[in-house]
């Protein structure tokens, strides 16, 4: 299709020439094209014009590799195709707006965006959830206001392990949501002697907690039942938890916490304690 910004040039008759330099032949319909007679056979063969231009009402437009005849009706190319003609007093150079491009972009759009609403909330439902830290119970691993990413995914597949820090709903009032550290699994032995805790009589790591946060209850010893788990803040000194509301069942823990990503400066993967 032509460029809807053109127009269709009118040809003037060249002057005559002889037949030894080349002759121009016209019809009503066709654009004057170039030939040469041979003297010898007598037949007619056209020239291509790389680089000559031909004008129209004062403006040159390229011929290129010969010139092409004319269409013999308005808006209709000698290969049968429309031509875009463009209404009564629009210039030719004057952009055209087309309301059908426009409406299949935003068609587009909006399938891309709905497509990302979709898959954002699979993730946030089934996979990963951005979760928000308020208070400081589980200083100082995390603080206050601390952006997070909780697996979802982590305990459909498995189970929560000693010393993971989890996300869990509130077993006095589950539609609040807490952050603690598990510290006893199902069938554990549990008890705390001066803020020291032991599992199974061996003592849990305490080093990453400071002595200002350490408290110094004893307490137990504390059975786990099959199906719940004990949890606790690492700010032992300012923090509800286990010791307080008793065990956790297992359809309560939401999720793992993975990632600290807010800070940026204090972002962190958790890993499992060794």
Do not use: C
Not at 23 to 39: H, I, L, R, Y
Not at 81 to 106: N, T, Y
Not at 131 to 157: C, F, H
């Amino acid at each position: 299709m032509d460029d809807p910004n053109s127009s269709h040039p009118t040809l003037g008759t060249p002057p005559a020439s002889s037949a030894a330099d080349g002759a121009w032949t016209s019809s009503p319909t066709d654009v004057p094209m170039p030939v040469a007679a041979t003297a010898e056979s007598g037949e007619i063969h056209t020239h291509a014009f790389a680089e000559d231009h031909v004008h129209t009402g004062g403006e040159s437009a390229p011929v290129g590799f010969g010139v092409a005849a004319l269409p013999s009706e308005p808006g209709l190319h000698q290969d049968g195709e429309s031509a875009l003609v463009l209404p009564a007093g629009v210039p030719v150079d004057q952009p055209v707006f087309h309301w059908g491009r426009v409406a299949e972009e935003l068609v587009a759009w909006f399938k891309t965006l709905a497509s990302a609403a979709v898959y954002a909330t699979l993730i946030v439902t089934f996979g990963f959830q951005v979760a928000r830290v308020e208070g400081q119970s589980m200083a100082p691993t995390l603080e206050d206001q601390d952006r997070l990413i909780v697996n979802k995914l982590a305990y459909q597949i498995g189970d929560p392990q000693i010393g993971d820090i989890v996300m869990l709903y509130y077993p006095v009032d589950p539609s609040k949501s807490f952050v603690k550290r598990v510290v006893g699994e199902p069938n554990d032995t549990l008890r705390s002697v001066d803020g020291r805790v032991y599992r199974n009589d061996v003592p849990l790591p305490d080093d990453f907690i400071p002595e200002e946060f350490r408290s110094h209850d004893t307490w137990g010893p504390r059975v786990v039942p099959e199906g719940y788990y004990f949890v606790m803040g690492d700010h032992r000194n300012n923090s509800s938890d286990s010791r307080s509301w008793d065990f956790v069942p297992k359809k309560y823990i939401i999720g793992k916490v993975q990632i600290r990503w807010w800070p940026v400066n204090h972002a962190h993967l958790f890993e499992a304690w060794k």
